[in-house]
């Protein structure tokens, strides 16, 4: 299928997560076939306020494409202008956020608090889409404290020039509470003529189809599910084409995939300790072993030490465990 012009292979995607989807993580899950990827949002307001771009704020590889950079911010100007600056390095989509609940947004009027104007919401479509070739994309929620004016929304920024449009299906005071309304993808499937991208709740290969034979959406995000397990995207795909579920990663496959990661950090960044024992605790959940592997990880001083520990997991014969029903997020990452 297609965005504009941004050709992707496949159904199923990755979602924008900040501290998630750096350049290491999106590679990492394009190789287990992720069809495309998201940033993690990108402050279109920053590029000015900062001297330097550093590599941390946007960054690209030829590998990681398609590649969709998310931008937020409420400032036209500074939104074409940051869409610009990012398009200097090809980039095959420019995504607005619409959809973060994140005091720090709204203190922008940037986020979700845009789905309370759409004239503002026209003018940031109007305004980028107007200004680069690249397709714009926006990314919502169902509203900021209803859904009564999702579909509203949903037109005006396929008039306003979009190219596609993500709907995570919560209102932006739902948060990340009850269970996503996948029927209101589907009525915006209806009533756009745009693709239209389902998000929210996907855990399984199972939710993938459902969401996708429900909504009619023509590609599936999945955004928790994905974080210490790029397997997702693979075990997607393989149930779509075949109908057989492959089994859940082993512990080594999981170690294998951790490594894989931090050569890409060390490759394109210069990673911290803290974002070594993230990624280490999230590739231990569902593991057998996993609870306490995550305490010893949160106390180790090196990588090193952190390797040490997933090393005894991997170890192990077979130390899968049936997937929790519900991913927890720590507050401090919940956007
Ligand atoms: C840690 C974390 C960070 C997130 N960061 C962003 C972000 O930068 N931009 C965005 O549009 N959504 C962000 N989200 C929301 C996800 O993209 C997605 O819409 C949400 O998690 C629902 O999908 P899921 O049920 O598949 O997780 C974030 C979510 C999480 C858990």
Redesign the pocket.
């Known amino acids: 299928m297609k965005i504009g012009s941004a050709n992707i292979k496949g159904k199923v995607v990755l ?6 989807t750096t350049l290491p993580y999106r590679i990492l899950c394009r190789r287990y076939g992720a069809a495309a990827v998201w940033s ?2 990108v402050d279109a307001d920053g590029f000015f306020y900062k001297k330097h771009r550093t590599p941390k704020t946007f960054m690209t590889v030829k590998e990681e494409h398609p590649v969709a950079a ?1 931008l937020f911010g409420s400032n036209t100007e500074n939104l074409v202008k940051a869409a610009k600056i990012i398009l200097e390095d090809p980039v095959d989509i420019i995504d607005v ?1 619409m ?2 609940p994140s005091f720090k947004l709204a203190r922008k009027n940037a986020g979700a608090i845009m789905l309370k104007d759409t004239e503002l919401i026209k003018d940031v479509v109007t305004s980028l889409s107007g200004s680069i070739d690249t397709p714009v994309t926006a ?1 919502i929620r169902l509203g900021f404290d209803s859904a009564k004016d999702t579909i509203k929304i949903a037109k005006v920024i396929e008039k306003a020039g979009a190219s596609a449009i993500t709907v ?1 299906a919560r209102t932006m005071k739902d948060k990340y509470t009850g269970v ?1 309304d996948w029927n209101m993808i589907k009525k915006v499937k209806e009533a756009v003529g745009i693709p239209v991208i389902g ?4 855990r399984t290969p199972e939710d993938c189809k459902k969401m996708l034979e429900d909504t009619k959406c023509d590609l599936v ?5 994905a974080i210490g397990n790029p397997f997702i995207f693979k075990r997607c795909n393989h149930y779509l084409e075949t109908g057989e579920i492959l089994p859940e990663p082993t512990a080594h496959e999981k170690v294998e995939a951790y490594d894989t990661l931090c050569e890409l950090m060390d490759k394109y960044y210069e990673p911290q300790l803290k974002d070594y024992r993230f990624h280490a605790c999230w590739f231990t959940k569902n593991l057998i072993g996993g609870r306490e592997a995550r305490l010893a990880i949160t106390k180790c001083e090196s990588k090193d030490d952190i390797r040490r520990i997933l090393g005894t997991l991997d170890n192990q014969t077979d130390t899968r465990k049936t997937p929790a029903k519900t991913i927890s ?1 720590p507050k401090s ?3």
């Open positions: 979602a924008p997560m900040c501290s998630v993690e949002m998310q956020n959809g973060c990314k995570h996503a998000n929210g709740d996907v995000m999945i955004g928790r599910a997020i990452l919940c956007q």
